[in-house]
């Protein structure tokens, strides 16, 4: 990477680094403690992060006030549990990574910008929304902007240039495009699903709506600046489109089997996983043959697992060093110092949190990011909805927030990931794409304040869920917990409370209310409802003759 980077450019993009960093460790060590100044200085020297954490944990547990906690075992209990070991997202990330790293190795780049170039290039920036929907597809299917920016980006930024289209916006573009699909059914939004307890199958629908909103913001622009540059148009060629789009059949594929395994509910989100693993080697090696078998299915799978158990292993560690900061009620002191500081409305918060992780973001890549930030901001929003209920803010929305702060931080100068991955990919100074890259981060930037102030962005695709939570609810005579999930934000999943004020009324502190007293007398007793024990709550007629009612026998 740093060779892209020229010598001149290389001194002030260090500078700007290390002085960021420094503030942060300063800023940290104040108001913290020195203890986690450290761990973020360390961080910023690059210390792996699972390293950083599960030593963190076992330095923390051993440094207990209670001398019964000074061993090394108590950082394991959240990893081994049902709730870490057996969730299926631990199966599905060395899954999706190996799909993922398949089809960047396979010709599949070079099929999707055709069928996408063959359908959309007709319109008023017809190329250029093909970059934005081939690079979020693409993100979508491996799970990481870099990826797409060194593959789909590779192949579109000289299309981009040849057919009119200026330097800053190609490179803008390209630069950016890889983060869309980070707001679609992705990896990244798997695991913010574990770390934050969100079924999985209703976030994956619930983000459609704000990631296609945001697709849609980029190609309006990608239109108008077409328009404005000129760019020639490709006439419409049915016989091309059709010719493309057949050429990607085997990769339509695996939408089709995710989409008709999940949303039928034949099958569960780690068995899609693997078929869809089974298939993309079955298509790419013996159909396509794009790769060989011999040659590249070791090297994949070994570069896959590679990075599949960093990403496992450092989950593991985030769930060690939680089950401290859970002990010792972290969440709780941190929430009262945000409450003394003056954050009391969800507008406060929104602004501050976006601030947060716009920091986090650029100082972490999108995984560590996740793995760090949500379990502090998660019950903040809960104790925050507890004692303002009209601000009660819904897991779905929290997560749209969290997803395109991460997008915008990917692409923010000045310590952006892809901008140094753009650098590096297209022999450029990384300072050179710190303008051509805030037009587009301008329009991420709307559609997140429109998510944030907005609900219904987040909310609208998973309504209907919501609704048959609640009507199999009263069917069964029951609490509608698995609604309240789904409605608000939880300070403890285990035990949902409710979020309307219809069924605050309704459900005090969350339990079926109190049988109605009888008018003029006491409440009705089981015994009284049996008909198996008679008229009289102590005699039973299976067991002999019931005295008359009026004391006869």
């Not at 999707?112 to 693409?138: D, E, Q, T, Y």
């Not at 909805?385 to 000045?414: T, V, W």
Request: charged share 15%.
């Amino acid at each position: 990477m740093s060779a892209a980077i020229s010598a001149a450019e290389t001194p002030r993009a260090a500078k700007i680094g290390m002085g960021v960093g420094a503030v942060v460790v300063a800023a940290v060590s104040i108001a913290g403690s020195l203890t986690a100044g450290l761990v973020v200085l360390l961080a910023l020297l690059g210390t792996p992060l699972f390293a950083i954490m599960g030593g963190s944990a076992e330095l923390l547990w051993l440094a207990h006030p209670d001398a019964a906690y000074h061993h090394v075992r108590f950082i394991a209990p959240t990893v081994l549990d049902e709730r870490f070991a057996d969730n299926p997202v631990v199966v599905t990330i060395p899954l999706f990574t190996f799909v993922g790293y398949v089809l960047a190795e396979a010709r599949t780049p070079d099929r999707l910008v055709a069928a996408a170039r063959a359908a959309l290039g007709w319109m008023p920036g017809g190329l250029a929304i093909v970059c934005v929907i081939a690079s979020a597809v693409f993100t979508v299917l491996t799970g990481g902007s870099g990826v797409t920016i060194i593959a789909v980006g590779a192949l579109l930024y000289p299309a981009l240039r040849k057919q009119g289209y200026s330097d800053a916006f190609s490179l803008g573009l390209v630069t950016t495009g890889g983060s869309v699909g980070l707001l679609l059914p992705s990896l990244p939004v798997g695991v913010y699903g574990i770390v934050a307890h969100i079924d999985l199958n209703v976030l994956f629908k619930a983000v459609l709506v704000p990631g296609f909103f945001v697709i849609a913001l980029l190609s309006v622009y990608c239109a108008v600046a077409g328009s404005r540059e000129k760019v020639a148009r490709e006439p419409p060629e049915l016989h091309k489109m059709a010719s493309a789009i057949w050429d990607l059949k085997w990769e339509l594929g695996i939408l089709v089997l995710l989409a008709g395994g999940i949303g039928t509910g034949l099958t569960s989100l780690d068995e899609a996983a693997g078929m869809v693993a089974f298939y993309v080697v079955i298509i790419e090696f013996f159909v396509y043959r794009d790769l060989s078998w011999k040659k590249d299915l070791v090297r994949i799978a070994r570069a896959a697992m590679t990075l599949a158990g960093a990403i496992i292993l450092i989950l593991a560690m985030a769930n060690a060093l939680m089950n401290y900061v859970v002990d010792q009620h972290v969440p709780t002191t941190l929430l009262n110092f945000m409450v003394k500081i003056g954050i009391e409305h969800k507008w406060q918060f929104l602004i501050v949190m976006n601030v947060f992780l716009l920091v986090i973001g650029m100082l972490m890549e999108g995984f560590s990011a996740i793995f760090v930030a949500v379990p502090l901001i998660v019950p903040f929003v809960a104790d925050l909805g507890n004692r303002h209920p009209d601000e009660k803010m819904s897991p779905f929305q929290l997560a749209m927030i969290f997803l395109l702060n991460l997008e915008i931080a990917y692409c923010m100068p000045p310590l952006g990931l892809n901008l140094f991955l753009s650098s590096f990919r297209f022999n450029r100074p990384v300072s050179s794409l710190y303008k051509v890259v805030m037009p587009f981060v301008g329009i991420l930037i709307v559609g997140l304040i429109l998510v944030s102030y907005v609900p219904w962005f987040s909310n609208v695709a998973v309504a209907g869920d919501i609704a048959a939570a609640h009507a199999k609810a009263v069917k069964d005579g029951l609490p509608p917990r698995d609604a309240w999930m789904m409605e608000c934000v939880q300070e403890d999943p285990t035990n949902p409370q409710p979020c309307s004020p219809e069924d605050r009324a309704k459900y005090p502190g969350g339990q079926m209310p109190a049988a109605p007293v009888p008018q003029g007398g006491t409440p009705e007793t089981p015994d009284e409802n049996n008909p198996d024990l008679g008229t009289d709550a102590g005699c039973n007629p299976d067991f002999g003759p019931c005295p008359a009612p009026d004391g006869g026998h």
